[in-house]
């Protein structure tokens, strides 16, 4: 199977940066798209960012021209560089992947998810 590994959460204040990892490892022929989710307290978890493979990208209005979505597709990783963030960006994000195995089914696995708190 495959697994998804979170990095680079953390605590900052508002105005800040963060940057978040996430890489795949396991049974991978190949990935599809790679994106970021986030799940506040009490709220549904959203996509924030998605980039295919052929680098396509789209954000969520909220975060656009804030939040950059990268990927290294040799090291199966994808990256979302978080600038300007506000008190509202607080939540736990996911990293997702659209997974090709070496047997041919596609998976959709998730990442365990990485706490980013903005202090105002």
């Known amino acids: 199977q495959v697994q998804l590994v979170e990095s680079g959460g953390g605590l900052v204040q508002a105005g800040g940066s963060l940057t978040l990892s996430c890489a795949a490892s396991?049974?991978?022929?190949?990935?599809?798209?790679m994106g970021w989710y986030r799940q506040a307290p009490g709220k549904q978890r959203e996509l924030v960012a998605i980039?295919?493979?052929?680098?396509?990208?789209n954000y969520a209005g909220s975060v656009k021209g804030r939040f950059t979505i990268s990927r290294d597709t040799p090291k199966n990783s994808v990256y979302l560089q978080m600038n300007s963030l506000k008190p509202e960006d607080t939540a736990v994000y996911y990293c997702?992947?659209?997974?090709?195995?070496?047997?041919?089914?596609?998976?959709?696995?998730w990442g365990q998810g990485t706490q980013v708190t903005v202090s105002s």
């Open positions: 396991g049974s991978i022929a190949s990935i599809n798209a």
């Open positions: 997702n992947a659209e997974v090709r195995l070496n047997w041919g089914h596609i998976s959709s696995p």
């Open positions: 980039i295919t493979s052929g680098g396509s990208t």
